[in-house]
């Protein structure tokens, strides 16, 4: 239900990097982890790696495009044999998308080969890069998580696992990082547990996802979740069987995790911290309608991401939950660059009002949240259009109001909506709505956590709605486009 | 909302073949055209071709693949440039898919050229080839709609419409077919109506399309069905101007469109013989819920053909519809053909359960139609494995027990559901289901016209479910496999 | 040694239409057909195709490119199984190069299916194709060669051969074609035997291909040419043994055969008219010694298609041969559309003065013919800049005054170089030489066929070199580019 | 001429493994280099590579293939823009054909990016991967010239060029290595010159190619040799002047030169170390005529790299020169992998015997060099079908019995001819010749250089003949297959 990123509408979505499954001991270990990529696929749709160990040999796989795309094919898989494997799926956010930026990224130390697989983001990488190079080594690709290999490869510890943990003492920021050496396969979360990670099992063989919906795929159980500030260790000893250790590495710190992930980026069957998301968002909604209710004959999600709400918002409030906009799965490949005369009809490429339902109605339309408003104001066009007789936004999350540092790409700040205009008001006039609510930040807080937001030490990171940000930011802003002076010299074509 | 013949799970959906567009007078009339076939591209999506006319030449492309995927690319459009287009979407029913069996069809005559895409099946179309061929004639592809090509090339008649008029009184069976000539636009619609076909404008030029989605999309007004029996001539006159004539040349006969196109095939937001489908679907579902109760905790659809009745059955029966099936979008390329351990996770690459809302509930799920019941199955034991406490299957149309022979796709008839077991208890106790049942077939008729079948004169073609063919049946099957002993001697990859 | 086709001096070469093979009764009839093709490859580099017969059903391949892009893929063999093949390559002469125009060309009739690869061109061709239109024939193909395949289908006789043998009775012009039914291949060459077809065998199974080199790579034996208005029609008897029989069915005419397949287009290995064509290049560079005498230092080829003569001129003068101009194998794919500054490099990407062989010298540059000159304008500066004291051409064929209409592409005859210059000296100033000498038109009858051409009966056809055609030209010029008025209307991209 | 490594009898032929060219300078950088590097593709076919810096930026250009399949699309140019580029032709000795070891490689320092081509072949480079690994080091590829790029980016000098001098110091065995710096273009060649560069010059900007047919493919001159153990560093300053600099870093060494660049690798139109090579070869077929006469009636090249020798011992012998075996240009992409009926016609799809030149004929076949034989025996046996009388084989270099180590992908020793049978006869017996003679070491010496090796200090290297190494071998045999323990633990496709 969740791929609004997939939409053409760029301009008016979030995106999270990256996606990383891992599986320790499994005779189909590759093919297990294409099924878990393609189920977190919506993490990230630019492009898809593998790496494997067949006992002698790591193996790599990263392509650009879909898991589809690539790791059904039976050729593909058997590039990558072995029990043991891991992949990662990407949407850049810093980097630009070009083949050897495509994670797994892997390095051959000493003591055997490392691969790894990064979902967050480094509010220290730009600082530790410069200070890399300066020492000698050399950044093969423009990606941030590289310079893990790098702190890795010269730590003055022996065992890979221990140059593992000795490299994320030195990382700031959001980290959800799967690893595999010969033996050993690694999952640790970053002190404020900011992204998800989570431990299952299938057949007796340790699993880390960043999502369950990747468990259910391959009728994995889930475990439990990997713990803020956590590294697991699952090693496979020499009679085969595997053993799981649990380190607590860094100074503690209260969990953190991001309330985007339950508002926009976890698949709807997923259970993130222990709820259940389309629950999570069905809540959102509900809340919604006793925070902001308004009279009206139908409430319309905006698909897909706003549908969970919507069915909150009506069950809560009474009035029927209807698809009022309907979608075209059928966008093909290169609806991305369409002619001028195409890109005019804008968003019917993907929805069309059904014009039935709406004609003569007061309508409720319900999103998961609003990044600039510019789809917002299409989308109601396109309402008014078909006739409705009043247009009410109602927004499943509070105003975005501040940049993410820790793998979500958003907007410079002065795009958002809610920085654009100074009050409601001005804002939904640009919308072109009757009327504009938002969920506020306690609604939220509840529908999630079942308890407002504690001001003193909150329960969740929520900066991107209050500016309250988790961790230092060292490199102050890692996607600023003005900066790079000296790194990032290379641009490469693919 | 209608891109279940996307899926995987080839084996238990109806295909239609065909979606067709033309439009005569407009400057971009290859991009709305693009446009107009992207709208219809559910009705068929192997291939796509576009033909226009400048003034001084035809031009054409024709493409296997999504509308998306070629002729958003400018460079493409640019091929088919001139004031006149029309556009065909493809499902193969006949005929391998080739290029050259991809519409629109060509031919040059002694008057000119003439362009024609064909929606429907003849049901004398190898009888009409076989004598073609006996005369000399050389069949190029091995497309049942070639012979109108034929028949129009040997027409003693002299104008190209006459000549269009004439092949046509050869025809038995469905057809809605739009026609190109230097000058022409034409629509016309086989005598019973069982395909629609409607008359839209845009800037006051004329515009034929399958279903009103395709106007939606440019912005195009409805303007009217095209009657059944009907040949409706657009022509544009040495002075720009454009004039529309209306003929019924063939013997009348009472309309009798096809239930499919409401039940499955049509797109939710298109009004189809004056019906908004969406509507009607829900129609469907209250109907069902009247018809079959069953007291249960939730209302889940089978995405995507199930939501609209699915919501139908909840607002009737006042159970909470919820989302417990969640749909994967990024299916990718090649999972066509997934690794045999692929595969057998089956229905999951495309659709999990949404286990929060699942476990432990009594589970009404909604499905459009069965075919041959082997997704449903699959879906049955999704819920299970959620840990649904009961599993109710409602299904918004009735049994499904006999071939079509006007343009749909229907597996042999000993493989249907229907025909395999001979009580509902069986198909049920097949299923796997705690109940099963189907809407009556006056159940349909109501949601679809308001009233119940006219068992004398029923007023829609429902042969599929009774066995009541409105055409004669002359090639008997044109679709049978072990037919071809002198015909389609051809094999021909591209 | 012929492939200068592939040189991107496009503008100063004249392009064959096509090589055509056939093979009767061998199980490996494609791969043969494959391999004979590829010898034939410097007939025809655009595309590429080979019709297969297993015994139930005809089966086809039609690729853009040359054979081995695609045919030495086992999986594109597989589809064209059986034990009788025919292939064809192709130059387009008319007809763009788009799929449908690949031969062999395909009927399905009532006798069963046809097909047919031609090697030549019809002089009544647009004639033939307008009456046929008129008639109510429908041309799927811009190509000249789809007329036969209408003309075998609308003829009164029964037998595929003898509807055949109708359809060749109505063609004007040159034409050596292979036909294959589902039991017979046929040869038939026209009555002039303008172009080449010889008749082999391989394990007692016959063969046809335009050129002996097409028998030597796959060890097949040469039995005769087939003769100037022969039909030779092989045919599997139902015991499986084959007889094969002559018809000569055409009003007797004198064999012609075209002279520019010993100057430039058959490879230099192939035996044509019993005469080895390397031979009588020699010695057609040896009677140029003898006519055109020079004092110089080296006789250097203009690779490739001037090596033969040049070593004849060499071996007859004593002086020396030397390779002064070194070819580039390594072209490309998309070198035929460089950028503007490659562009400017003209032809250094293909050849390269020999620096250190050239400075100083005189030299001889031999070339096989001259069209327009601009390529020899090229070599004579590319000398010049090396360092050559003198440069003088030896052309080892008479001038270029006229258009072919039998399958050579040749440009408008306003453009040769003959016609526009008025003397030989003109022509030496333009090509920047210090002399310009061409061979005798009785020189080279001398080197062809022994003795000096007979001007009441020419033994070959001379009529670039002399204008006289031996074929009525019914159609003026098929290849006009004005012409198309109510013709090729159509223009479809592949 | 020299373009047998693109035959797919692979077994019998050597490859050198890489061309290097750079220009600093001109505003057509990029696409003077993409000439550049197409003029020395005999060099290498499997990837090519441009760097270049645009003031601001370095730009890369990475593809498998030939440079004309890429670099003659002005998109694929845009994207290396600037004034100063080099770029890279690789045939792979040492790691697998991946995009990420396909040259120039890049890494980014602190001073800057520095780019680097190396053609050669390092006798050390394992030795130093291991201890860079050790230090920490990441090898992203699996090439042995990344050791380069680590020890630039490890040494303790400042400027870029202080580091690559530093670098080179480290470095045994065989380089000739192109350097682009943010202002310098620099090159090198290791202390005894095991592999050509020239300095070239074109509108005052200096180039560096491996050899001068680069140079004459641009219209740029020759300036002079860079000499063996010489770095020169070409210096853009700030007011666009260029300086050059030359050092000589390395303990002084005596030049020797590979003798296999004149025997096979260099191009003959190319001047290798003052010599053309055609010239060279000549002299090389000249003196195997007078050590090695056989009376016979024609002197036969093996094509193409036997062609000049060929002339050579035609001119000494008197015997005539003649196109025996017939070279077949069209080849196609994917002969590389036929089918198995296909395979058996092995070197026939490349080469065809001239019938009627070689029946009943003495000949005498010239080639360039034996490696395994395993050619020349399918070529005499092409004599033999083709009915020659005798068949004598004369080969323009001496036995080969020696491994390469730098840069020439040799075979096992145990493999070559030389060393699988004791005496020339047992050789000839497997050859299937009349005759079998080779040239000797001194007749080698004497066509290069005018004199007989000096076997105190031999003029050239001819470890592959003799045995005599002129460097120490450190890794001992850098390829082989058996050792990589742990290193290259890592396969990716790409």
Same mark, same amino acid.
Request: proline residues 5%.
């Given at each position: ?366 999103? !998961?949240?609003?990044? =600039?408003?510019?789809?917002?104001? +299409?989308?109601?066009?396109? /309402? *008014? %259009? #078909? ?87 060292? !490199?102050?802003?890692? =996607?600023?486009?003005?900066?790079? +002076?000296?790194?990032?010299? /290379? *641009? %490469? #074509?693919?």
């Amino acid at each position: 239900m969740s791929d609004k990123r997939f939409d053409e509408l760029d301009g008016d979505t979030l995106r999270e990097e990256c996606g990383v499954f891992g599986i320790l001991g499994h005779p189909d270990a590759s093919a297990l982890t294409a099924l878990g990529l393609h189920a977190l696929q919506h993490r990230g749709q630019e492009a898809a790696g593998i790496v494997s160990f067949d006992g002698r040999q790591f193996h790599s796989e990263r392509q650009l495009g879909l898991v589809g795309d690539h790791y059904t094919n039976p050729a593909t898989l058997a590039r990558v044999p072995g029990h043991m494997a891991m992949g990662h799926v990407r949407y850049s956010t810093t980097g630009e998308t070009i083949l050897r930026n495509v994670q797994p990224l892997f390095a051959e130390l000493e003591v055997g080969g490392i691969a790894i697989g990064h979902n967050g983001n480094f509010t220290n990488g730009l600082t530790l890069r410069r200070q890399l190079i300066a020492q000698g080594a050399i950044c093969q690709s423009t990606s941030d998580s590289e310079v893990v290999l790098h702190l890795i490869a010269r730590s003055r510890k022996t065992a890979s696992s221990d140059r593992f943990v000795d490299a994320l003492s030195h990382l700031e920021g959001a980290f959800s990082l799967v690893a595999l050496t010969r033996t050993k396969l690694i999952g640790a979360r970053d002190p404020n547990g900011i992204r998800p990670l989570v431990l299952g099992e299938l057949d007796g063989k340790p699993i880390f996802a960043s999502e369950t919906c990747a468990l259910d795929i391959i009728g994995a159980k889930f475990v439990r979740d990997v713990e803020n500030g956590e590294v697991v260790i699952c090693e496979m000893q020499p009679d085969g069987s595997i053993t799981i250790d649990s380190l607590k590495p860094f100074p503690p710190r209260p969990e953190r995790l991001c309330l985007f992930e339950y508002v926009y980026f976890a698949r709807p069957d997923s259970v993130v911290g222990g709820r259940g998301v389309y629950g999570v968002r069905k809540a959102m909604g509900a809340n919604l309608a006793r925070e902001a209710p308004v009279d009206a004959d139908v409430v319309v999600p905006v698909p897909d991401g706003g549908t969970p709400a919507a069915i909150g918002y009506a069950q809560e409030s009474g009035i029927p939950f209807e698809l009022g906009i309907i979608r075209n799965h059928y966008v093909g490949r290169t609806f991305i660059e369409p002619t001028q005369s195409i890109r005019a009809f804008g968003v019917k490429l993907k929805h069309s009002a059904n014009r039935a339902e709406i004609a003569g109605k007061r309508v409720i339309l319900i999103d !998961d949240s609003i990044v =600039r408003g510019t789809t917002t104001v +299409k989308v109601v066009q396109m /309402m *008014r %259009e #078909a006739g409705a007789r009043e247009v009410h936004i109602r927004v499943a999350s509070p105003m975005i109001k501040h940049a993410d540092y820790y793998g979500i790409d958003t907007p410079d700040p002065e795009k958002l909506l809610a920085n654009q205009y100074r009050t409601l008001d001005e804002m939904c006039r640009f919308i072109g709505a009757d009327s504009l609510q938002f969920l506020s930040i306690d609604g939220l807080y509840q529908a999630v956590g079942g308890v407002a937001r504690n001001p003193l030490r909150p329960q969740f990171t929520d900066h991107c709605f209050t500016g309250d940000y988790p961790t230092p930011l060292t !490199d102050l802003s890692g =996607r600023s486009k003005s900066e790079p +002076k000296t790194l990032s010299l /290379m *641009r %490469e #074509a693919v």
